[in-house]
């Protein structure tokens, strides 16, 4: 009986180690919240005052007056819950923005009525949200865009409504994935010819009598006119995109790929001045970049994070081990335990520095602390209990905070794992490095290392699987082939 006890404890501790821990949003302070809010209110009087100037006003005005306030003021809140839950690192500025267009696109509607076509006013909005903040958000945001009219007296052309949803859902999923600007170009090229094509079929037909010749001229003008307008907003919008990235911390695939050139100065400064630092640096992004793929998390974040993770070596590029070609150990000459283990602890302080002096967005500063987390520097430790020193263990920890996402927990990994299967033999089984690896990620894991990482077993499992294919490539890399004397130059 107490060994079935036991077991179903197991089972149960077991079970619950492989849910995903619920993470906790990002902190909002009360100025941001009562902003935002005020913001909402705002949309929601935008959205419906009108009902209230209908005279004379009877009671059912008055309930559709509530019923439209409500519904904006929810769909707003909708609208941000939405966004926390695909950006959980959202930050106050970029809610701010997001409720704010929706704010103006209302007051636009409000302003122009069936003046200008809708889809000028929607669609640019929804590139900017879909390449900051992701699809889901952007595709949230335009269905609130265009089902929300201020005005009741405009009535939206059915065929419009319908061409404006389907203009508006294309760029909020390709605005997502795209990773160029000249992608983007394209996008505010195709999109309003496509606009032009699908009115002139779906609208231009019905309502212009191609009888009467001056109508048709004048309604094809319209239509043209319109998509003409709507590709100047989207290349307008798209020339003012990396303002908004760095005025509002957005993120986009197009800024991370940018980050990521190795031409940047910083990383061009790593190579040369730390050269040990960068090939770590590129064997780390190879890891990280292939268990990335396997639990489906940021591939580019990844990538441009891992590259900027040790960017604080280059204070001191000679102490730290990767960079010291036989030369003499700094570390050895000092023999002080305590200032080598601040000298480990610079490399995460000075990398926040510069990734302040080089501007790089705050996702791409997280890799720098979380991925030594609050690690023990085990080798400084053990030389200060050798030397009996009166140690405190926190003295020889990185002072954090553990990965906040699974993107950092799978750099920290690959950072444990790149020296030991750089240090492998190359007659080492498969199973001999999934051992090692397992060994690394299972100190880390016990440490507490990875807690609010969001990682399940099941996704370590799969990292751990990424980590040995790396390593079988390195090791394909490392064995020589056989070359004879014919064939040297084949
Ligand atoms: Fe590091
Ligand atoms: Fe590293």
């Not at 600007?181 to 009598?209: D, H």
Request: glycine share 6%; with cysteine; net charge positive.
């Amino acid at each position: 009986m107490q060994n079935i006890t036991t077991k179903l404890k197991k089972l149960f501790y077991l079970w619950r180690r492989t849910q995903v821990p619920k993470k906790q949003p990002v902190e909002i302070s009360k100025i941001d919240n009562l902003i935002v809010f005020l913001i909402c209110i705002l949309i929601s009087i935008i959205s419906s005052y009108k009902i209230l100037l209908i005279s004379p006003l009877n009671l059912s005005d008055i309930f559709s007056w509530l019923l439209t306030f409500t519904e904006a003021l929810i769909s707003s809140g909708i609208l941000i819950l939405i966004s926390k839950k695909e950006n959980p690192t959202i930050t106050s500025r970029q809610i701010i923005l997001i409720i704010t267009l929706l704010l103006t696109v209302q007051a636009l509607k409000l302003a122009w009525g069936s003046t200008i076509s809708p889809l000028s006013i929607i669609i640019p909005p929804a590139l900017i949200i879909s390449q900051g903040m992701g699809s889901i958000t952007a595709l949230a945001w335009v269905s609130i865009a265009s089902l929300i009219w201020p005005d009741p007296v405009i009535a939206i052309n059915n065929n419009l409504f319908f061409i404006l949803l389907v203009c508006a859902s294309v760029v909020s999923i390709l605005g997502g994935r795209i990773r160029s600007r000249a992608q983007l170009l394209q996008l505010s090229i195709f999109v309003p010819i496509g606009a032009l094509l699908s009115q002139w079929i779906l609208i231009g037909k019905n309502n212009i009598s191609i009888l009467d010749n001056q109508e048709f001229v004048f309604g094809s003008v319209k239509i043209f006119s319109d998509s003409l307008l709507l590709a100047l907003v989207m290349l307008f919008t798209i020339l003012f995109i990396p303002i908004f990235e760095s005025i509002f911390g957005l993120l986009t695939k197009a800024r991370l790929l940018e980050l990521a050139d190795k031409e940047k100065p910083l990383i061009r400064r790593l190579s040369l001045e730390a050269p040990g630092t960068f090939e770590h640096t590129l064997l780390i992004c190879g890891l990280a970049e292939e268990a990335t793929r396997m639990i489906g998390g940021d591939i580019d974040l990844i990538k441009t994070g891992a590259l900027y993770h040790d960017v604080g070596k280059l204070h001191a590029p000679n102490w730290f081990i990767e960079n010291q070609d036989g030369s003499k150990n700094p570390h050895d000459e000092i023999d002080d335990p305590f200032k080598s283990a601040e000298v480990l602890q610079a490399h995460v302080d000075e990398g926040l520095k510069y990734a302040r002096k080089n501007r790089l967005p705050k996702p791409i500063a997280n890799f720098i602390p979380e991925h030594q987390g609050t690690l023990k520097m085990g080798y400084f430790f053990q030389k200060a209990k050798e030397k009996n020193l009166n140690i405190n263990e926190r003295d020889f920890r990185y002072r954090g905070p553990i990965p906040q996402s699974k993107e950092t927990a799978i750099l920290m990994l690959a950072d444990g794992c790149e020296a030991a299967l750089r240090a492998m033999n190359i007659n080492a089984s498969d199973n001999e490095a999934f051992e090692t690896i397992s060994k690394i990620i299972h100190s880390r894991q016990k440490d507490g290392q990875l807690a609010s990482s969001e990682l399940s077993l099941g996704e370590i499992y799969l990292i751990k699987r990424a980590f040995l294919g790396v390593w079988k490539r390195i090791r394909h890399r490392r064995i020589q082939y056989p070359t004879s004397k014919n064939n040297t130059f084949s």
